[in-house]
């Protein structure tokens, strides 16, 4: 079956760093552009970044720009999320999704706080 897997969230400190990432499993990962979302409570969905099959084009969200970085190993069927100077304001559930797809993860939870 089709799994998405994230990891690597937790409490960090403002200002600190964290490095998700998601384990694909069931589908062919390299054919698939990969996208991270995030969700706050009570509010929606939102794009974060994607990366392209190849690694050769990335996008960000502008909250983001400067800040995450988004990779993939399409040997080890992983898509990465390095995210830096966290602020408050990014703690959310952060979830992986193949592009074009119904595919996601469950979601890792990132909390930014003193």
């Known amino acids: 079956q089709v799994q998405l897997v994230e990891s690597g969230g937790g409490l960090v400190q403002p200002g600190g760093s964290l490095r998700l990432s998601c384990a694909a499993s069931?589908?062919?990962?390299?054919?698939?552009?990969m996208n991270w979302y995030r969700q706050a409570p009570g509010k929606e969905r939102e794009f974060v970044a994607s990366?392209?099959?190849?690694?050769?084009?990335?996008y960000y969200a502008d909250s983001v720009k400067g800040r995450f970085i988004i990779s993939r190993d399409n040997v080890k069927n992983t898509v990465y999320l390095q995210m830096n100077s966290l602020k408050p304001e990014d703690t959310a559930v952060y979830y992986c999704?193949?592009?074009?797809?119904?595919?996601w993860g469950q979601g890792t939870q990132v909390t930014v706080s003193s």
């Open positions: 999704n193949a592009d074009t797809t119904y595919y």
């Open positions: 990366i392209s099959r190849t690694r050769v084009n990335t």
């Open positions: 069931g589908f062919t990962f390299s054919t698939y552009a």
